[in-house]
């Protein structure tokens, strides 16, 4: 079993930074895909960014070049720096693992454990 809770979520205006942490407890393998979701009001939820077994990170389009996933692996933490933040980035955020070692983006059917979720609102 791994528990994830995340903090870190608030409201900000467009243009804004907000970083997301996820805290790990159970089972934690290192070689297990960790990563970020997130779900709009009447939206699926869709992957944001991922980091795998062998540490290579992977991105949603969407996202690239403004947010930055990141692990800590002494402190068994996750974190999501995201700046340029725009409305469109409204949502919950979840915290996800795969709970197995896995290579590769962290896609939904994937995922073993999922944290709470965090609210994100940005205004414009």
């Known amino acids: 079993q791994v528990q994830l809770v995340e903090s870190g979520g608030g409201s900000v205006q467009a243009g804004g930074s907000l970083r997301l942490s996820c805290a790990a407890s159970g089972y934690i393998y290192r070689g297990m895909c960790m990563g970020w979701f997130r779900q709009a009001l009447g939206k699926e939820r869709e992957e944001v960014a991922s980091i795998d077994g062998r540490g290579t990170l992977t991105y949603a389009d969407s996202v690239k070049g403004r947010f930055t996933i990141s692990k800590d692996n002494a402190k068994n933490g996750l974190y999501l720096q995201m700046n340029g933040l725009k409305p469109e980035d409204t949502g919950t955020y979840y915290c996800?693992?795969?709970?197995?070692?896995?290579?590769?983006?962290?896609?939904?059917?994937?995922?073993?454990?999922w944290g709470h979720g965090a609210q994100v609102t940005v205004s414009s």
């Open positions: 996800a693992t795969s709970g197995l070692y896995c290579y590769g983006h962290l896609s939904a059917s994937a995922v073993a454990y």
